[in-house]
């Protein structure tokens, strides 16, 4: 595996819960000497604030890719946003990625935000890419909202990559029509992941687009077993629970599973005695019963087992057809040896 391979490697730099922000710092600083490609930035409305984030590891970082995947296109006005994405793609030098999508909705409603529809993602590109060549957009009333006037700065000639988070079909053509890189969800089956990466394809294609032009990148839950047992389990059979609780209807039917299954799982005591969210609340004796009601073939999505397993399933990933695999759910330190298998499998390839 060539060093450019090892770049189509990505993480997202604090994952799940964390108390404190500078961690990022010395996983960027791991990942840039593993050679991996992006870091990825998510957000939550705690201490990780994308453009905070996104302005400390710019700064401390040369060679790798910044994305955020993602930040929504409704919590900040479109200017503000639009000039978040021109100073960090001078801050970086061109290594940044304006990643949005539409965010958990029982949060977007708490904030008192309407969701964010298909048309509006759609839009949302289209005005950004108008406001970084410098237009001035006048009297806008369109899909965003109404807005007098939205500008920059008539000089700017910037060509900024925009990535999108997607699940459904609809989105998923959304983004082969108007974006440059595509992050797919956690947990989808080798069909899904064939069928979404076409879909995206197809519809660039349709609209114009090289479709070989737009990136799609797998999310691809990464757990080596050389981590201690409670934290395997919160990152695999903790993780996929949290996503049922969450998005259960619009995992299962992506993925063409059977609902009557989900159905078990929610009906289930341990699921309907949970206090929050299984991969924040959850020990070892819970994750041990959300095992009995999760299918096994659903945990399946993910590597798991040894370092040298872990890589080929990651390799596998691209026979799929991506262009990048994300290792989820893991950090720079937890992902050395499969890194490592990785590389060390393309040597004697």
């Given at each position: 595996m060539?060093?450019?391979?090892?770049?189509?490697?990505?993480?997202?730099?604090?994952?799940?819960?964390v108390?404190?922000?500078?961690?990022?710092?010395?996983?960027?600083?791991?990942?840039?000497?593993?050679?991996?490609?992006?870091?990825?930035?998510?957000?939550?409305?705690?201490?990780?604030?994308a453009?905070?984030?996104?302005?400390a590891?710019?700064?401390?970082?040369?060679?790798?890719?910044?994305?955020?995947?993602?930040t929504?296109?409704?919590?900040?006005?479109?200017?503000?946003?639009?000039?978040?994405?021109?100073?960090?793609?001078r801050?970086t030098g061109?290594?940044?990625?304006?990643?949005?999508?539409?965010?958990?909705?029982?949060?977007i409603?708490?904030?008192?935000?309407?969701?964010?529809?298909?048309?509006?993602?759609e839009?949302?590109?289209?005005?950004?890419?108008?406001?970084?060549?410098?237009?001035?957009?006048?009297?806008?009333?369109?899909?965003?909202?109404?807005?007098?006037?939205?500008?920059?700065?008539?000089?700017f000639?910037?060509h900024?990559?925009?990535?999108?988070?997607?699940?459904?079909?609809?989105t998923?053509?959304?983004?082969?029509?108007?974006?440059?890189?595509?992050?797919?969800?956690?947990?989808?089956?080798?069909?899904?992941?064939v069928?979404?990466v076409?879909?995206?394809?197809?519809?660039?294609?349709?609209?114009?687009?090289?479709?070989?032009?737009?990136q799609?990148?797998?999310?691809?839950?990464?757990?080596c077993?050389?981590?201690?047992?409670?934290?395997v389990?919160?990152?695999?059979?903790g993780?996929?629970?949290?996503?049922?609780?969450?998005?259960?209807?619009?995992?299962?039917?992506?993925?063409?599973?059977?609902p009557?299954?989900?159905?078990v799982?929610?009906?289930?005591?341990?699921?309907?005695?949970?206090?929050?969210?299984?991969?924040?609340?959850?020990d070892?004796?819970t994750f041990?019963?959300?095992?009995?009601?999760?299918?096994?073939?659903w945990?399946?999505?993910?590597?798991?087992?040894?370092?040298?397993?872990?890589?080929?399933?990651v390799?596998?990933?691209?026979?799929?057809?991506?262009?990048?695999?994300?290792?989820?759910?893991?950090?720079?330190?937890?992902?050395?040896s499969?890194?490592?298998?990785?590389?060390?499998?393309?040597?004697?390839?």
């Open positions: 060539t060093e450019a391979r090892v770049g189509r490697l990505g993480f997202y730099t604090l994952g799940g819960h108390e404190s922000p500078r961690t990022m710092l010395d996983e960027l600083a791991e990942a840039e000497a593993m050679g991996l490609g992006q870091a990825f930035i998510s957000e939550r409305l705690n201490v990780k604030e453009c905070a984030l996104s302005g590891a710019g700064a401390v970082t040369s060679t790798i890719g910044i994305t955020t995947a993602a929504n296109i409704n919590t900040r006005h479109p200017a503000i946003t639009a000039a978040f994405g021109s100073t960090m793609h801050l061109g290594r940044f990625t304006l990643g949005v999508g539409r965010g958990l909705r029982p949060q409603g708490a904030m008192g935000l309407a969701q964010t529809t298909t048309v509006q993602l839009e949302f590109a289209r005005i950004m890419r108008r406001l970084w060549q410098g237009e001035k957009i006048q009297g806008y009333d369109g899909p965003l909202g109404k807005f007098p006037t939205l500008s920059l700065d008539p000089t000639d910037e900024i990559p925009l990535a999108t988070t997607a699940f459904g079909d609809k998923l053509a959304m983004a082969g029509r108007a974006y440059d890189m595509v992050v797919l969800h956690t947990f989808f089956s080798d069909e899904t992941v069928r979404s076409q879909t995206v394809r197809d519809a660039a294609e349709q609209a114009g687009r090289d479709p070989n032009s737009v799609v990148w797998s999310c691809y839950a990464t757990v077993d050389e981590i201690d047992e409670q934290t389990l919160k990152k695999t059979v993780r996929i629970a949290t996503y049922l609780q969450v998005d259960g209807d619009l995992l299962v039917s992506t993925n063409r599973w059977d009557a299954r989900l159905e799982f929610r009906q289930s005591d341990v699921v309907r005695n949970l206090p929050g969210w299984a991969d924040a609340v959850g070892t004796e041990a019963e959300l095992a009995k009601v999760v299918p096994t073939e945990l399946d999505c993910a590597a798991t087992g040894s370092a040298e397993r872990c890589a080929d399933l390799r596998h990933q691209f026979d799929l057809g991506v262009d990048g695999v994300i290792l989820h759910g893991a950090t720079p330190s937890e992902l050395q499969t890194v490592t298998a990785f590389q060390n499998a393309a040597v004697s390839a």
